[in-house]
Nanobody, 124 residues
């Protein structure tokens, strides 16, 4: 079965950095666009970043542009999210997701598979 397993979350001070990683198995990784979403307590899940199948195109939500970088390694079936200059408002559970159609990568409902999430907490 398909599994997406996130790692790398934790507690960091504002201004610090974290690198999240998502390891995929059970699917042809290079056939999927990959995305990161997040959900803060009491808020709806929101799009963070996405990367197309070959890694040639990336998309970012406005609040993270210039601070976060998404990348993928199709040989290893992994997708990473480098997060710099973290702010308290970045605190959330971060989810990795895989989208086979790759037509609307900023929309959560387009994704076929989801990981369990990893907690990121940014202290002020």
């Amino acid at each position: 079965q398909v599994q997406l397993v996130e790692s790398g979350g934790g507690l960091v001070q504002a201004g610090g950095s974290l690198r999240l990683s998502c390891a995929a198995s059970g699917l042809t990784f290079s056939s999927y666009a990959m995305g990161w979403f997040r959900q803060a307590p009491g808020k709806e899940r929101e799009f963070v970043a996405a990367i197309m199948r070959s890694g040639g195109r990336t998309y970012y939500a406005d609040p993270v542009k210039g601070r976060f970088t998404i990348s993928r390694d199709n040989a290893k079936s992994t997708v990473d999210l480098q997060m710099n200059s973290l702010k308290p408002e970045d605190t959330a559970v971060y989810y990795c997701a895989a989208d086979r159609d790759s037509r609307n990568v900023v929309t959560g409902s387009s994704y076929d598979y989801w990981g369990q999430g990893t907690q990121v907490t940014v202290s002020s």
